[in-house]
């Protein structure tokens, strides 16, 4: 409708301009320029009417306009919106890449920290084996100690009790000389040589008998 008002508009004014032209230049000036007056009135009329026509149609209009654009911002709305909640998506699956890796991460670590555990309990049971083996060992060498200062003890006992029976030997072998020297002096006025035995002390629990040759 607003198309075909416009299009009279133009037929109009172009049907002014030639009936001007005419009037200028053809005879019957005065009739032609009542009808001119005539036309024109008309004219300003029928474009009073159409621009009241069309001032209504476009305010007849006006809601179809507004629905339209509303419903093209709702439409562009729902596009941001569908751009939105697309964009959205892709961050959620970066952020479930992100998780996934993250686990993955976690386990690897789950796993390196089970396997010190592991290695830990393995060493804590080698120490502690280590300690029940040094304890075991000190108590043996303690034993063997105590063992050896017993020996000791026996031995120092039975050193002195060689060196006591050694003083008896030493005693003994000068009560036998001194019988010897005596028997030696009774047999200074002469006699027959006759074989006697001399004991010789040679040191501890040591002694040798020799055979000597004397006058009784």
Request: proline share 1%.
């Amino acid at each position: 409708m607003l198309r075909e008002d416009y299009e009279w508009l133009l037929e109009e004014e172009a049907d002014v301009v030639e009936r001007l032209g005419k009037a200028e230049g053809g005879q019957r000036r005065g009739d032609e320029t009542r009808r001119l007056k005539v036309s024109i009135r008309e004219f300003h009329d029928r474009v009073k009417e159409k621009t009241e026509l069309l001032t209504r149609g476009v305010a007849s209009h006006i809601p179809k306009i507004l629905k339209e654009i509303r419903r093209l911002r709702k439409r562009e709305e729902n596009r941001d919106v569908q751009l939105e909640v697309e964009k959205m998506g892709k961050e959620v699956e970066s952020l479930k890449t992100e998780v996934s890796k993250v686990r993955e991460e976690q386990k690897a670590l789950k796993q390196q920290i089970e396997s010190l555990s592991v290695a830990l309990s393995n060493k804590d049971k080698e120490e502690e084996k280590k300690r029940v083996e040094q304890e075991r060992l000190e108590k043996e060498v303690g034993k063997l100690e105590g063992k050896i200062g017993e020996q000791e003890k026996e031995m120092e006992s039975e050193k002195e009790g060689k060196k006591e029976e050694g003083k008896k030997l030493e005693e003994r072998w000068k009560e036998m000389v001194k019988r010897v020297k005596s028997l030696k002096m009774v047999s200074q006025g002469g006699g027959a040589e006759a074989p006697t035995k001399v004991i010789e002390w040679k040191g501890e629990l040591r002694f040798e008998i020799k055979s000597v040759r004397g006058h009784f």
